[in-house]
Every structure is written in structure tokens, then in C-alpha cells.
């Protein structure tokens, strides 16, 4: 993809991979487009595509009142919460295991937690089901978050980062009196900010976005998230109507888009760099 | 100059890792508000010395003792000491002030206390008004300076330095060197300094600990180990331009100082152009070096290649032939096999030999 030397097939190529980027972008968006134009319109006006069909906000009004929304919002803050102070509790401490102490079958045990990317989390729901259910956590906001909590991919990320920390910073912490709790915290913690941020970028959007695992390990409104509630929202028996079903789609998602704008430089930057490493 | 009772005594010490040996079996004994530097080749154990003094290793076999306490156990933090990194590790999310009470705010001192503390480095490493920089918004010097604040901040009685000039460029090196060894005669610190330059040990050390394959080679003050090198390889790794050392059995009998085989040690400023009639080495002269007050000749003789450092400029140019000698007082000699010095052999008249610091 040399740009460099404008060559006819190199040109040709650049224009190639111009129009795939913009293809898989619109055909990505497409379905944001479409419930961005459904819920802003009557259910005929949003089929038939009419410029000019009049724009109302009934929808949201009564999406909004068709089910306990802010119950399912604090619901998800609480659940995206507590999954995220888990992991960043568990793949710190595991991470800084793994990256400066030795201890024996430290390797292996290593090699075990990264084979656990290889694993679909859809296989372990059964396991899992059960493991909750004998935990007693069987419908709770922890019950949702206790399998993410140990994140193979939190502890590797974090690994990572530890690793590329100068060991004389360690020494020079432990000389000015740092213990090695003193040394995660006031050492390698801050040198690996920028993994941290990443890092829980992508995890908020991972389990704000998750839908089968709290489908399943939920079954009151005290614990289900967004995701799953607006699937008992938008289910046909209920008959609600498209238009209806886009608007709550879009409050349901509003934070997220929100946050990823803001966030959108640090999101792929910092992400991109820190698998570099 | 320094209090009778030992401040650091090593004992016994070896450290290995595997097959690559650090520190072969060393004793060391360091005075009270010495300063101490640590000089050799790398590989020659003397950044695994610092570090067994530090506690970043522990010792396989010995022991360490600081103000007569065994520390050999205890961790870094425990030992009372502050240490400058040859990176300086300064910690690159903190600002310079930060960074020089880090330990202080570890310890849990009073934030006055703090202040106060910062504000007396600051000034001793004239480093006010940097206060609130970022590390890597400073050049190498100051984050240097930063390094040193750190390490006197706290008042321990020993700092250890491994290697603190070494990323400098040569003019700042040579300030830095004054500054350091200012201060610490100024806070009257101890101070154990580790280097491979043989002319920053010879600038600021009260005594130089040469070491050499993890064992110490000699320990002395500077000048002992410039006047009276114990073995060969002190005769060639203290002063520049180096020593010659010649093969007595190569030198003409004149000059041989009696041996068959063995290792006769010429300093280059005790080299000098044979007068008339005077026994001389035959050398061809290969290069010439002017440099002000003195000349570094460079010469090609039957018994290797040596330097003379002459006086002046002296009328030599480059392949002429000379007659190179030197005078029987100055002249060290060695024995060919071990490297070890002969002393002062019967009937010369160099100086009375002193005593080279407790050699091991």
C-alpha cells in the first residue's frame, strides 16, 4: 500500500482499498442510519422512505413509557461498574505477578490463562450457569459480572505494560522505601495509564453491549441490563412497532456513542499502541 | 581525615548467577564520609558490588555490615541509604519536586518537613525554579541534578552511584565531577561511586577499589595506585595514556633492569629521548600528538608499542627514528606469569615503597 511511489497500480490499488473502506463504513452504519431515521418518524414514514414524512418524537415518548428504562440504565452503569473494578482489581495484581516475580510453573500457568483466548464465552454459558447458581449469585448484578472479572486478555494487556517499565525505576522505588505494594501503586500503576484508559474503554463498550450471557443468568427487572430489556421490549408479542423499537434502541446506546466520541482519539490510539508492546 | 571505626564492611561476598560469576569472593572494608569508587572494566563485578551493598542482591555467601549492623538480609529500604541510577530512574509521571521527595513521602515525613527538605536540595543542586518540570522536559544535566537532589534529600549518611556520568557529554561530565565531590564533602556523606573511567576515580576518589574478574585487583588511595600498581593490569588500566609495559627480554641489556623474563612498567611522562652516549631503546616513531604544554609520541619499537608523553615540542616528526630511555627509579617491575609486582628490587634507588592500602 505504498503511496509513496504513484504508480498506475499502486494508484489503482489506494482507489481499490478507498472504495472496500467506504463500502464495509456504509454498510457498518446502515443500520445506526436507519434506526436514527425510524425513530424519528411514524412507522409508515419510516418504511416508505419519504423525504418529507413528517418528523415526530412520539416514538420516544412511548418507548420510554412501554418499560422500566432508568431501573435497566442503573441497572448496566452498576453492571459495566463493578465488571470493570473487578478486572482492573484482578489483572492488576495478576499482571504484575506475571510480569516481576518468579515463581514456579509461573510460565505455564501463563500460557494457561492465554489459552483462555482461544475459548468462545458463549461454550462456558452452561459451566458457568451452574457455577453461578451454586454461588448463590443466580439473578444479581454480580452474577452477571463474576465471569468477566479475571479477564485473560486484562492480564496480558497488563502484563505487557508492566514489562516495558524500566527495572531501575523498580530499584529506585525500593531504595526510597517502597514495598512491593508500593511499588505497583506508585511505579508501575501510573506508568501503565494509558493502558488503563484503553483498556477500560473497550470493556465498558464489551458488557454495555452484552446481551446472551445476561439474558440467560437473569430474570427480574432488578438485575437485567439494557440489552436484555430492550429484547423484551422489542419482542413481537409485545407488538410494538419499528419506529418505537429504534428510538428506545437509540437512548439505550446514547452513552455509549456519546463516550466513544469523546473518547474516540484514546480509543484507537492508546488501543493500537498498547498491543504494539 | 575519617573516623577510625568502619562505616560498610564486606565480608566473604561471592554472587553468581549460574554460570556468569558477578563477585568471586570479596572483603572490603569502607570508612566513615570516604569516597569510595568502585573502578574497573565492565564485567569486573563492581556494579554487583554496589548492588550487594544496596540490597537490590543478595549475597550468596558473606556478609554486609553497615555502621555495624548486618544488613545482609535486610531490604533496601531498611539499609539507610539513597542510590543514583547510571539512567537516573527518574519517574516520569512525577514533576522534579515530586520526584526529589518521593522517598520522603513513602516515609510518611510532614508535609513541612517536605517542603522544607526540597527547598535546601533545590538550592544545593541549583535546581530552583524547575520545581514543576516534567522529567523529560529537562536535558541531561539537570535530570541529573534531579538524581542527586533525590539522593541527598533524605540525609542518609551513604549514597551509592552507579555509573552517574556516563550518559553526560564530556565538558558537563567534568563540572558534574566537581559538584558531586563538593557535596559530598559538604554533607560529609559517604559515598560508594562505581566507574569504568579510570580518570573520573583518579579525580575524585580519596580511595580507589580496582577491581578485576570479580575479585579486587588493588585498593588504595589514588595516587598509590598510579606510584605503586600491585600488578600489571593496575599498571595498565590506571593513568592516560596507559603504561608501557615492555618484555624484559626483548629491551636491550641496559635497560632490562637485570630480568630474563618479566614485565618492566614505564609511565609515558617518565619516557624520554636518550642524550648522547646514553643507553636507549631503538623506536620508530609512528604518530605525533600536540597538545600544548606536553606531545604524545607515538612509538614503534622491537619490544612493542608504547606512548611518551615529552615536554613541550619536542623535535620528532613522524618516522624518524629515536632512542627512547628512562631512569631506573622510575621504572616498575613485574613478574611475566602472574602480573604481580616485583618490589623494589636490591640495589635501586626507587622511592620507599609505601604501603598499598590493606590489599586482599
Known amino acids: ?277 | 581525615m575519617t573516623s577510625p571505626a568502619p562505616f560498610i564492611v564486606l565480608t566473604g561476598i561471592t554472587k553468581s548467577w549460574g554460570d556468569s560469576q558477578g563477585v568471586a569472593g570479596i572483603d572490603l572494608t569502607i570508612a566513615r564520609g570516604d569516597f569510595v569508587v568502585l573502578l574497573g572494566p565492565s564485567g569486573c563485578g563492581k556494579s554487583t558490588t554496589l548492588r550487594l551493598i544496596a540490597g537490590l542482591e543478595t549475597p550468596n555467601t558473606g556478609r554486609v555490615l553497615i555502621d555495624g549492623k548486618d544488613v545482609t538480609a535486610l531490604p533496601p529500604a531498611h539499609r539507610g541509604l539513597s542510590m543514583v541510577f547510571q539512567s537516573y530512574a527518574l519517574f516520569p509521571h512525577l514533576s522534579v519536586a515530586e520526584n526529589i521527595i518521593f522517598g520522603l513521602r513513602v516515609r510518611g515525613l510532614p508535609k513541612a518537613e517536605r517542603s522544607e527538605r526540597l527547598e535546601k536540595a533545590l538550592s544545593l543542586t541549583g535546581l530552583k525554579g524547575y520545581e514543576d518540570r516534567k522529567p523529560s522536559a529537562l536535558s541531561g544535566g539537570q535530570r541529573q541534578r534531579v538524581a542527586l537532589a533525590r539522593a541527598i534529600v533524605a540525609g542518609h549518611p551513604l549514597c551509592l552511584m552507579d555509573e552517574p556520568l556516563s550518559n553526560l557529554d564530556a565538558k558537563l561530565r567534568h563540572e558534574v565531577r566537581q559538584e558531586i565531590r563538593q557535596l559530598q564533602q559538604e554533607l560529609g556523606m559517604t559515598v560508594v561511586y562505581v566507574t569504568h573511567d579510570q580518570t573520573e576515580a583518579m579525580g575524585m576518589a580519596d580511595r580507589i577499589v580496582l577491581m578485576k574478574n570479580g575479585l579486587i585487583e588493588q585498593q588504595g588511595p589514588p595516587e598509590d595506585l598510579y606510584e605503586q600498581p600491585a600488578t600489571a593490569f593496575a599498571a595498565s588500566f590506571v593513568g592516560s595514556p596507559p603504561m608501557a609495559l615492555l618484555p624484559a627480554g626483548k629491551l636491550p641489556p641496559a635497560l632490562s633492569a637485570g630480568l630474563a623474563d618479566g614485565l618492566i612498567g614505564v609511565r609515558p611522562e617518565a619516557l624520554r629521548l636518550a642524550g648522547a652516549g646514553e643507553a636507549g631503546l631503538p623506536a620508530r616513531v609512528t604518530g605525533v600528538e600536540f597538545l600544548g604544554g606536553e606531545t604524545l609520541v607515538y612509538l614503534d619499537s622491537a619490544a612493542g608499542a608504547l606512548i611518551a608523553k615529552l615536554p613541550g615540542r619536542p623535535a620528532v616528526v613522524r618516522g624518524s627514528d629515536v632512542q627512547i630511555t628512562w631512569s631506573a627509579s622510575d621504572r616498575h617491575l613485574f613478574e611475566a606469569a602472574s602480573g604481580k609486582r616485583i618490589s623494589n628490587p636490591a640495589g635501586l634507588s626507587a622511592p620507599a615503597e609505601r604501603k598499598t592500602g590493606r590489599m586482599v
Not at chain 1, 439474558?215 to 408479542?237: D, H, K, M, Q, Y
Not at chain 1, 480509543?267 to 504494539?276: D, K, M, N, T, Y
Open chain 1, 1 to 277: 500500500m505504498s503511496i509513496a511511489t504513484p504508480t498506475y497500480a499502486s494508484r489503482t490499488s489506494v482507489t481499490l482499498d478507498a472504495v472496500g473502506a467506504l463500502l464495509l463504513a456504509v454498510l457498518w452504519i446502515a443500520p445506526l442510519a436507519f434506526a436514527l431515521w425510524a425513530a424519528f418518524h411514524t412507522p409508515q414514514g419510516a418504511l416508505s422512505f419519504d423525504l418529507f414524512a413528517p418528523v415526530t418524537l412520539d416514538n420516544f415518548r412511548t418507548a420510554w413509557a412501554g418499560a422500566p428504562w432508568p431501573r435497566y440504565f442503573l441497572n448496566t452503569t452498576m453492571l459495566v461498574t463493578v465488571i470493570l473494578a473487578g478486572q482492573l482489581f484482578f489483572c492488576t495484581l495478576a499482571g504484575y505477578a506475571f510480569a516481576r516475580f518468579h515463581f514456579p510453573g509461573s510460565d505455564l500457568l501463563f500460557m494457561l490463562i492465554l489459552l483462555q483466548l482461544f475459548i468462545l464465552p458463549e461454550v462456558l454459558i452452561v459451566e458457568n450457569y451452574a457455577m453461578v447458581s451454586r454461588l448463590g449469585l443466580f439473578d444479581s448484578i454480580l452474577g452477571i459480572g463474576a465471569p468477566y472479572m479475571a479477564s485473560a486478555f486484562g492480564i496480558f494487556l497488563l502484563r505487557q505494560a508492566f514489562k516495558g517499565v524500566p527495572r531501575e525505576l523498580e530499584e529506585a522505588a525500593r531504595v526510597e522505601g517502597c514495598g512491593w505494594t508500593g511499588v505497583l501503586w506508585r511505579v508501575y500503576i501510573p506508568a501503565a495509564k494509558p493502558v488503563y484508559l484503553a483498556y477500560a474503554l473497550v470493556s465498558i463498550a464489551t458488557h454495555w453491549n452484552n446481551f446472551l450471557w445476561p439474558l440467560i443468568v437473569t430474570n427480574s427487572n432488578e438485575s437485567r441490563p439494557l440489552t436484555v430489556g430492550l429484547s423484551l421490549f422489542a419482542a413481537p408479542e409485545s407488538g410494538v412497532n419499528i419506529a418505537v423499537i429504534s428510538a428506545a434502541t437509540l437512548f439505550t446506546i446514547a452513552p455509549l456513542l456519546v463516550a466513544f466520541l469523546i473518547f474516540q482519539r484514546q480509543f484507537i490510539q492508546a488501543f493500537l499502541r498498547a498491543g504494539i508492546r
